[in-house]
């Protein structure tokens, strides 16, 4: 088993780390997997993409929803959240 150390910026390293977050995965996970596809395909294409300013700003926003900077309303039933979707999308229409 291998160890590897690497250094991120900070900016790089917290957008990284709310993205893996939101894939419900941990840093060493991500590059674990990063290592694994690398030597499946031999050339991760994924590598190289950088994320538009719209997801920035979606990883922004999830990391204010974790730390508790904006809510999120959640929800434990399926059709209380499409109710509520589908009446925001009415009030939209009016």
Known sequence: MADITVKIDDNTYEHALALFAFRGMSAEAAVKELFERASYDEYPQYVHLE???ETIAAMQ???DII???VYAKTY???DE???D???EED???T
């Open 67 to 69: 730390s508790g900077k």
């Open 76 to 78: 434990t039933d399926v």
């Open 51 to 53: 994320p538009n300013a």
């Open 91 to 93: 009030d939209d229409d």
């Open 61 to 63: 926003e999830c990391e």
């Open 81 to 83: 959240m499409f109710r």
């Open 85 to 87: 979707i589908l009446s």
